[in-house]
């Protein structure tokens, strides 16, 4: 969102407003990906970002958001994220990672997948 290529995978409370990709079916889902990763630029339409600040979507979104900033960092070379070099692997253990954590329960557990505690 705000300039960045977002493809919705389901429906969300910010769906109406046309501020991301919405393949119609999986298979369009997994063809706009592929296009989207193939590309060598990654033309956004203007009205995602307009509508993201008219229907004040980011804020909805970051609270929902999880991190994967212990995991990957951006690479201003080739404008990708990557992954950061030289992490232990216990770092991708559950108990180590409120992302990491919130994901396994949700799947696991049934939880939300939404960290409880933002702090």
Same mark, same amino acid.
């Given at each position: ?16 407003? !046309? ?7 999986? &298979? ?5 990906? +592929?296009? #989207? ?32 900033? !212990?995991?990957? &960092?951006?690479?201003?070379? &080739?404008?990708? #994220? ?7 692997? +216990? ?8 992302? #990491? +954590? ?18």
């Amino acid at each position: 969102m705000m300039g960045k290529a977002v493809v919705c995978g389901g429906k969300a409370r910010f769906t109406p407003f !046309d501020t991301a990709y919405q393949p119609a079916s999986k &298979e369009a889902f997994r063809e706009q990906v +592929e296009r #989207l990763l193939s590309s060598e630029t990654v033309d956004v339409p203007g009205r995602f970002r307009v509508n993201a600040r008219r229907f004040h979507v980011l804020p909805a979104l970051s609270a929902l958001s999880l991190s994967f900033a !212990d995991y990957l &960092e951006e690479d201003s070379a &080739e404008c990708r #994220l990557r992954e950061i070099e030289g992490n232990p692997w +216990e770092t991708f253990r559950p108990s180590h990672s409120p992302t #990491l +954590e919130t994901i396994v329960g949700g799947i696991a557990k049934g939880k939300g997948l939404w960290l409880e505690d933002r702090g």
